[in-house]
């Protein structure tokens, strides 16, 4: 299964925000979308999803469920953790009984205590609550996981822990990912691809092959041997406005 992106261009009124993409990505890939604030990161994602339509060309998904994980939990305030975890299997018709019993099961794999799985989203940290929304994705057992900067408002250690675990649970379901970042560190630990894009209109830089950081050190010190590539300083010193994080 792929999901693929051929020649495509889009624009919003008079600013053309994409340009001639050509990307596909396969069952069990792990593709970060890495590229200045604004560049059109979020709009690749949107088309991916079906949100949007390309200006030109075609984006073609053979995945039959699609998640999304986004940087605001967007829980419901009057369910608790484990309704709210287990809300997308109710759409999607699974009984009460088996929903519960699998988002309990993500829940506690993602790293919340029993306890927690009552609470109310105002009771829940930060934290807590992107992990409610990170586990009402997977409880679906998507085939494609879209994911735009869902660790960008967290602390560096927990974001370090999710990044890991959002890892290991794509791996389990054997899904696709395709996850927007303009933080190097956070590409370099969790991708297998790394997607480079230019500031608008966005174009791909370059496609590169790679092996997750198994630490900060390593993250930080692949960050920096990618930041030296010629094609990474051309992709941030294009024209246009934005930035790439360290």
């Known amino acids: 299964m792929n999901l693929t992106f051929s020649r495509v261009s889009l624009g919003f009124g008079d600013e053309p925000v994409l340009a001639d993409i050509d990307l596909e990505v396969a069952a069990g890939e792990f593709v970060v979308l890495l590229g200045p604030s604004g560049c059109g990161k979020t709009t690749m994602l949107r088309l991916a999803g079906g949100a949007l339509a390309p200006g030109r060309g075609i984006v073609r998904s053979a995945f039959a469920r699609a998640a999304v994980v986004t940087q605001t939990p967007r829980l419901l305030k009057w369910m608790d953790a484990l309704d709210n975890a287990a809300f997308g299997m109710k759409a999607a018709g699974v009984p009460r009984g088996e929903r519960r019993d699998r ?24 934290g807590m609550a992107q992990r409610v929304a990170l586990a009402r994705a997977l409880a679906i057992e998507p085939d494609l996981i879209l994911m735009d900067e869902p660790f960008a408002a967290l602390e560096a250690g927990l974001r370090r822990r999710l990044q890991d675990l959002v890892r290991a649970e794509t791996e389990r379901l054997r899904a696709a990912a395709l996850f927007v970042t ?31 950081a198994r630490d900060a050190a390593e993250a930080f010190e692949a960050a920096a041997a990618l930041l030296r590539r010629p094609d990474a300083a051309a992709a941030i010193n294009a024209g246009g406005g934005g930035e790439i994080d360290l």
């Open 103 to 126: 988002a309990r099961a993500i829940l506690l794999r993602l790293g919340l205590a029993d306890a927690d799985l009552a609470k109310k989203p105002a009771r829940l940290s930060g």
């Open 182 to 212: 303009h933080d190097v560190t956070e590409a370099v630990s969790v991708a297998s691809r790394i997607v480079l894009l230019s500031r608008r209109p966005a174009r791909i830089v370059a496609d590169i092959a790679n092996a997750p």
